[in-house]
């Protein structure tokens, strides 16, 4: 089966510009993860999906911070403006159900973010 | 709250010596374990998770409830096994998020 696409892989920005990511899941998977992963640290969610409605955003930096996943499938993940701790490596990663019996996580090869 | 201790930010081995990588958690209700692995320039993956019971390259790691714990052990390091390696919780209660640790470097050395 075809894995998690993510794209960009690279990214180089100037502080208070904006960027976008873009994230295609495995099919079929209804649940969708975006994850930022700091030089040194675990991922930590940003924000889960479950088909195109937001199950939780709570640790999500709203005030330059937007993720959207209109169709249920694809989910672009962007930041307005960009700031220096910005940086770091944001993860796509999809899960077959909300609640599938230990249904893993399938990661896509991110995209690293810096911002100068 | 929810939380996945890995206390070793790196850990170095010789081939052929066993490894063991500790994971520790904190939750309340019945947790759902895994271990991820990361390859230099690959993408993050499973490894094994604790409802399987399976061993993968090796590797196993038996969720011990009393001592929340869910260590990752392997008798011989081998050189291949050189990886970032991330302990992650997940359950029923945790609206299916995944928590991960702060992961721990592994180096066998030849």
């Known amino acids: 089966e075809a894995g998690v696409a993510q794209s960009p892989r690279y990214k180089i920005i100037e502080k208070r510009q904006s960027v976008a990511f873009w994230c295609n899941p495995i099919?079929?998977?209804?649940?969708l993860y975006w994850y930022q992963q700091i030089l040194g640290q675990g991922p930590k969610l940003l924000i889960q999906?479950?088909?195109?409605?937001?199950?939780?955003d709570s640790q999500l930096p709203k005030d330059r911070f937007s993720a959207e996943r209109l169709k249920g499938v694809d989910s672009t993940l962007k930041i307005q403006p960009a700031k220096l701790e910005d940086s770091a490596v944001y993860l796509c990663a999809s899960r077959l159900g909300a609640r599938g019996v230990n249904s893993p996580l399938h990661f896509g090869n991110g995209t690293r973010l810096t911002v100068t | 709250a929810q939380r996945v201790t890995q206390p070793e930010k790196l850990l170095s081995v010789f081939k052929g010596a066993p490894v063991e990588l500790k994971c520790n958690y904190s939750?309340?209700?019945?947790?759902?374990l895994f271990w991820y692995v990361q390859y230099s320039r690959q993408r993050l993956q499973l490894l094994l998770r604790?409802?399987s019971r399976e061993s993968i390259k090796g590797f196993t790691a038996d969720l011990n409830k009393g001592e929340t714990s869910f260590h990752l052990k392997k008798p011989f390091a081998q050189e291949e096994d050189s990886a970032m390696y991330y302990c992650a919780l997940s359950g029923l209660d945790t609206g299916n998020q995944f928590y991960f640790g702060t992961g721990t470097s592994l180096t066998v050395i030849p």
């Open positions: 604790h409802i």
């Open positions: 099919s079929g998977h209804a649940t």
């Open positions: 999906f479950q088909n195109n409605g937001v199950v939780d």
């Open positions: 939750y309340s209700g019945s947790p759902e």
